[in-house]
C-alpha cells in the first residue's frame, strides 16, 4: 500500500491537533481542579453533581427556615421564663395581701401593683418575634392575639400549632393552651361566696379552696350552702342547685351544725369554712370551667381590693391556687419550647451530616485528583511533543528534498 506525502502529512497534521486539544482540556482542568468543567465532559458525572448541588441547596433553605423558627422559639422560651417571674412576683404580693394588718388604703396599693405586673404579663402574650409574627398566634394570622376587653381576654388566633417535620418546627406556640386554658377553682370545683350585690353575706364566713374525697361520688352539679342562725345556734342545709334553684329544693343535707374551721363534706366534695356566718349567708359551689390567665388575676386583684375582708379571705387561697396552676401552663410550654430548641440542634446536626456528604458526592463525581492530574498532563504533553516533532519531519520529506 503506497501512501502519499501528502495524506501523511495531514495524519501528522491530525494528531497534532488531537494532542493539542487533550493538552488545553487537562490545562483547562488543573486551572480548575475539576474533571468536569463543562457538560459535556463527563454527561453521568454531570448529572451526578448537578443532582448533589440541588440537593446541597435544598438543605441549605431547610436550614434558613429552620434558624429562623428557632429564634421564633428562642424569643418564646425567654418570653416564658419572664412570664414566670411575674407571676412569682404577682404571687408574692398576693400573700402579702393576706396579712390581717394591711388596711383597705394598703391593699389598694397592692392591687395597683398587681395591676401593673398584670398588665406586663399581657404584653408578653401579645409578643411578636423579629419579623413581627406573634409567639403565641398558634395557627392564626392575627397580629394581636390577644384583645383585653371590658368582659374580659379574648383569643383571636386559632388553637393549635403546625406539626413538625424531620427538618422544621412549628413556628409560633399555641396562645390558647398556654394562656387560656387555666382550670377555675381547685381544678374540679370552686367554692365561692355570692358575687350578687343583692345577695351578699353579711356575716364573715369564708372557705378554702375544697378538694376532692371521692371522684366516684363527683356528680358535677352546682350547689348551694344556706346559713341560719337561730338563737345563737347555726346549722346550714346543702341544696343540689342544679335540680332546683335552692332553697325551694329539697335539701340533700338538712340542719347540719356549723362548727367554724370545720370540714363541710357532700357530693365526693370536702371544703373547710371559717368565720361566722350571718343568717342567710350561703356558700356556692360549681364545676371548675376552662378561664384564661388574665382573667383570673383580675379576680384576685378585685378580690383583694375590695376591701371587705371576707372577700378578701376567700379570695386569696383561691388566687394562690389558681396562679399555681397558671404557673404549672406557662411552665410545662416553656419546657416544650426548650425540647424543641434541643430538637432544632439535632437536626442541624443531622443537616450537617447531609450537608457533608452530599458535598463529597459532589467533589467525587466532578473534582480531579491532582496527583493523577499532573501525571496525566506529562504523559499528554510528551505525546503532544512527540507529535510536534514528527510533523517537523513529515515536513522535510518531499521528492525535491530527496533528490537534492
Known amino acids: 500500500m503506497r501512501l502519499g506525502s501528502a495524506n501523511t502529512y495531514d495524519n501528522a497534521l491530525q494528531n497534532l491537533y488531537t494532542r493539542q486539544s487533550e493538552l488545553s482540556s487537562q490545562q483547562e482542568k488543573l486551572t480548575s481542579g475539576k474533571n468536569i468543567n463543562r457538560p459535556s465532559d463527563d454527561p453521568t458525572g454531570a448529572g451526578q453533581a448537578e443532582r448533589a448541588l440541588t440537593r446541597i441547596t435544598r438543605v441549605a433553605t431547610d436550614q434558613r427556615a429552620l434558624d429562623v423558627q428557632r429564634n421564633s422559639i428562642t424569643m418564646s422560651e425567654s418570653t416564658l421564663g419572664e412570664a414566670s417571674n411575674l407571676m412569682q412576683s404577682f404571687r408574692e404580693l398576693v400573700v402579702s395581701a393576706g ?3 394591711l388596711s383597705p388604703t394598703d ?3 397592692v392591687a395597683q401593683q398587681l395591676t401593673g405586673l398584670r398588665d406586663q404579663l399581657f404584653s408578653l ?3 411578636v418575634d423579629n419579623n413581627g409574627l406573634p409567639l403565641f398566634g398558634g395557627l392564626g394570622s392575627a397580629s394581636t392575639p390577644f384583645t383585653d376587653l371590658t ?5 383571636n388566633g386559632i388553637s393549635g400549632q403546625r406539626a413538625s417535620t424531620e427538618t422544621t418546627l412549628p413556628g409560633a406556640m399555641d396562645g390558647q393552651a398556654i394562656w387560656m386554658n387555666v382550670p377555675s377553682g381547685n381544678g374540679t370545683f370552686n367554692v365561692a361566696l355570692p358575687a350578687s350585690p343583692a345577695a351578699l353575706n353579711t356575716g364573715t364566713v369564708s372557705t378554702d379552696t375544697g ?3 371521692s371522684q366516684a361520688a363527683l356528680t358535677g352539679h352546682n350547689y348551694s350552702v344556706n346559713f341560719s342562725v337561730v338563737a345563737g345556734v347555726t346549722t346550714y342545709n346543702v341544696y343540689d342547685a342544679t335540680i332546683a334553684p335552692s332553697p325551694v329544693g329539697p335539701a340533700i343535707l338538712a340542719a347540719q351544725p356549723y362548727v367554724d374551721g370545720q370540714a363541710i363534706q357532700f357530693g365526693g366534695m370536702s371544703f373547710v369554712a371559717h368565720g361566722a356566718p350571718a343568717n342567710n349567708d350561703a356558700i356556692q359551689i360549681s364545676p371548675s370551667t376552662k378561664s384564661n390567665v388574665f382573667n383570673l388575676l383580675d379576680d384576685a386583684i378585685a378580690g383583694i381590693k375590695s376591701g371587705v375582708q371576707t372577700r378578701v379571705n376567700q379570695t386569696i387561697p383561691l388566687a394562690l391556687t389558681q396562679i399555681d396552676a397558671s404557673m404549672s401552663k406557662i411552665s410545662s410550654a416553656r419546657g416544650q419550647a426548650g425540647d ?3 430538637r432544632a440542634d439535632n437536626i442541624t446536626n443531622t443537616q450537617q451530616g447531609r450537608t457533608i456528604q452530599l458535598t463529597a458526592d459532589k467533589a467525587r463525581a466532578e473534582d480531579m485528583d491532582m496527583i493523577k492530574g499532573l501525571s496525566d498532563f506529562k504523559k499528554i504533553d510528551t ?4 507529535a510536534l516533532q514528527s510533523y517537523a519531519q513529515i515536513q522535510k520529506l518531499s521528492f525535491f528534498n530527496y533528490i537534492s
Open 125 to 127: 402574650a401579645n409578643r
Open 151 to 155: 368582659a374580659g381576654v379574648t383569643f
Open 211 to 213: 378538694q376532692v374525697v
Open 383 to 386: 505525546g503532544y511533543q512527540v
Open 107 to 109: 391593699r389598694a396599693s
Open 340 to 342: 424543641w430548641l434541643n
Open 99 to 101: 396579712n390581717g394588718t
